[in-house]
């Protein structure tokens, strides 16, 4: 593959480095160059195949609880094996309404944090956490899930772990250093139809793996523009910021699992494209009144924003998103092959020499037949909800994984592989959609094969 301009590891994502800091990476830099500056710390070692430690008992910390964090506090407490210790959030009424919330269930009442901005990191300090759980808006991510894991704390962290760059390679190092794990609450990476196909492709129904598509396409229109959904319309607000694929990971997430990305594979390769602002200033025009605060903003990131990503063995990566634009919701989840395809929204499949006649034909029988032991487990869970199951299978396999002393399903490079458009989709829209190359977050462990997502059945310890 040809030497491509590289991006720095200390991009900025923010509006500013579409219109100054871009002149700071220099024209002349290459792919190898980008690894190199980049090395391990003396003592620093691979997070790769490192189990967590046993937990009898995991004790969680909770960092956000606005609408993702409190709808995700009863799954974390209902894990067999997992207690909720400790609550935070800068609105200390939110503390509260959490452990009220616990406690109502017959829960034990969790400490509770809040009333400012660094009230968080009190909460770090105490001694009975063993894993961190942040859901708070993106800016906070990278800070909060650094000082969890400085505070001796696994982190799992809601979508993205950050959003610039050099943050990326500064949590992977952490990681490292701390020997503690930070991963991506990658909730979407565990629906039964995105197991199931992960199980197809790694048995070959779809002969040799040579493209997909994935993505998040969801009308956020009312949510956005509400004012009370998005505290203080911090999501909103980021579409003032910049122009970005500020979201792609719950579609990427799993095409990459399928490719066996980090694991045999790796992202070289991103472009990046993106069409004009229209869908919120539209909205606003139709539906907002004179004196609403979003009179005051302008709206720059492109409705629809799309990264081409290849990897190193030569597939392609299609990843889209959209929440500014009318339409139904889906994250595509579309892989294919030389022996056929499968794709969602609505699930169908084409597979020879099963099919013919150039007619997509009913997914439900392949699921059936290819479901993730994960799935035939919980399927008949009474806590199974949440987006359809998947945010309570999320949280029972974290939980299971550090119980039983197991390697995690995604760790700290997958996290920060699947993040990595954000800030270098900023990169190569500012160069006219121009390939940038993708930092090799393992510094080379990608090239072996090891287990994932597609994980052998194990039980929760008693």
Not at 105 to 110: F, L, T
Not at 283 to 300: D, L, N
Not at 326 to 342: D, E, F, H, M
């Amino acid at each position: 593959m040809a030497d491509l301009p590289s991006v720095s590891r200390r991009t900025l994502f923010g509006g500013a480095l579409a219109a100054g800091a871009l002149a700071a990476i220099p024209a002349s830099a290459t792919a190898a160059e980008e690894a190199a500056i980049s090395p391990r710390r003396p003592g620093q070692r691979s997070m790769i195949g490192v189990p967590f430690e046993r937990h009898q008992t995991v004790r969680i910390g909770m960092i956000g609880l606005g609408n993702r964090g409190m709808s995700m506090i009863g799954g974390w407490s209902a894990v067999p094996g997992a207690a909720v210790t400790a609550v935070c959030d800068i609105r200390a009424e939110r503390a509260k309404a959490a452990a009220d919330k616990l406690a109502a269930a017959g829960k034990p009442r969790p400490a509770e944090y809040g009333g400012s901005a660094e009230a968080y990191k009190k909460m770090l300090a105490r001694d009975d956490i063993d894993l961190v759980y942040i859901a708070t808006p993106w800016e906070f991510h990278y800070p909060q899930g650094k000082a969890a894991l400085l505070a001796g704390k696994h982190v799992g962290v809601e979508l993205p772990i950050a959003t610039e760059l050099d943050q990326l390679w500064d949590l992977v190092d952490t990681s490292e250093q701390t020997r503690k794990h930070l991963f991506l609450a990658e909730n979407c990476s565990y629906g039964r139809n995105e197991l199931a196909i992960l199980k197809m492709a790694h048995e070959g129904v779809f002969g040799e793996v040579t493209n997909g598509h994935g993505g998040y396409l969801h009308d956020l229109r009312e949510l956005l523009f509400s004012d009370t959904y998005y505290t203080d319309a911090w999501r909103r607000k980021w579409h003032t910021r910049s122009t970005a694929s500020f979201y792609p990971m719950h579609g990427l997430a799993p095409i990459a699992a399928c490719m066996d990305v980090n694991r045999g594979d790796r992202f070289a390769t991103l472009r990046a494209t993106a069409t004009e602002p229209k869908g919120l200033a539209d909205y606003r025009k139709r539906h907002m009144p004179p004196g609403h605060p979003s009179w005051k903003e302008t709206y720059i990131n492109g409705d629809l924003v799309t990264c081409l990503i290849e990897t190193e063995q030569g597939r392609i990566i299609r990843a889209e998103h959209d929440v500014s634009s009318p339409r139904p919701y889906s994250r595509i989840n579309s892989l294919a092959g030389s022996r056929g395809i499968v794709e969602d929204y609505p699930a169908r499949i084409y597979v020879e020499p099963d099919h013919g006649g150039h007619a997509w034909k009913d997914f439900g029988p392949y699921r059936e037949r290819h479901d993730h032991w994960l799935w035939k487990t919980l399927k008949d869970d009474p806590n199974l909800g949440g987006h359809g199951g998947m945010d309570y299978v999320l949280q029972w396999r974290i939980v299971q994984q550090m119980r039983a002393g197991l390697v995690p399903d995604i760790d700290v490079y997958d996290s920060a592989a699947w993040c990595s458009p954000v800030p270098l989709s900023v990169v190569s829209l500012a160069r006219g959609g121009k390939p940038v190359a993708v930092p090799d977050f393992t510094r080379g462990g990608w090239t072996k094969a090891r287990p994932g997502l597609d994980s052998q059945p194990s039980e929760m310890p008693g």
